[in-house]
């Protein structure tokens, strides 16, 4: 069974803070991994996509992919109460020709003024 | 501009009453997912298109069907809703390169409440 983990959270921060979020998963075959935000009642948003290893950066919000260890993890910098949300990891399942998700139950950030 | 637009929004229905949701695409995509999310859990998928080529997951029920009449629209059939089917039902879309490294998009979502 693939599977992806993450810290169900709440992981508060202060405002102006980093927020780490991190996910493990367990298909060595994976090759991309992606972050989407999601919002109560709302349907999940892409944030980050990242394929290779080491750091993908996009504003204030950077992607770390380790293959070796099975470990993704999105930093927020400069965290503000609007990015309050879960964070939902999601890694491409391996299938050739069609590109199936696996989803984390997500962690939920709460930023705090 | 909406991309994957998705219809009803809300929709109550009553127990064993059958329902459809709708999904459309302005992306040309030729993937397209039907998910089921309830709260605090991941998105479940049921089942994929890619093009006319369906594929079910092997969990899920066979109270859910789906349509695919052409590459824009696709449909979720649930032909005898229970309580427990009662979630968010969010439909996306991907392009494909064979690469697995298409994103996917979702539209707002479709939340069904069963009487």
């Known amino acids: 069974q693939k599977e992806v983990e993450q810290n169900s959270g709440p992981l508060s921060v202060p405002e102006g803070a980093i927020a780490s979020l991190n996910c493990t998963y367990s298909?060595?075959?994976?090759?991309?991994f992606f972050w989407y935000r999601q919002y109560s009642g709302k349907s999940p948003e892409l944030i980050m996509s990242i394929y290779s290893n080491g750091d993908k950066e996009d504003g204030r919000f950077t992607a770390q992919l380790n293959k070796a260890s099975q470990y993704v993890s999105l930093l927020i910098r400069d965290s503000q109460p609007s990015d309050s949300a879960t964070y939902l990891c999601a890694v491409n399942s391996g299938s050739y020709n069609t590109d199936k998700l696996i989803f984390g139950t997500g962690t939920r950030l709460q930023v705090f003024p | 501009d909406a991309m994957v637009i998705q219809n009803p929004r809300y929709q109550v229905t009553q127990f064993g009453k059958p329902v459809t949701l709708s999904c459309s695409q302005t992306?040309?995509?030729?993937?397209m997912y039907w998910y089921q999310q309830k709260s605090s859990q991941a998105p479940k998928l049921l089942f994929h298109?890619?093009?006319?080529?369906?594929?079910n997951e092997a969990d899920t029920p066979d109270n859910f069907q789906s349509r695919r009449p052409n590459t824009s629209f696709c449909f979720l059939d649930i032909r005898s809703p229970g309580l427990g089917d009662a979630a968010m039902y969010l439909c996306?879309?991907?392009?494909?390169?064979?690469?697995?490294?298409?994103?996917?998009?979702f539209g707002p979502g479709t939340r069904l409440l069963v009487l």
């Open positions: 996306a879309t991907s392009g494909t390169t064979g690469t697995g490294q298409e994103t996917q998009y």
């Open positions: 992306l040309n995509h030729n993937v």
């Open positions: 298909d060595r075959v994976s090759q991309s």
């Open positions: 298109y890619y093009d006319k080529d369906f594929n």
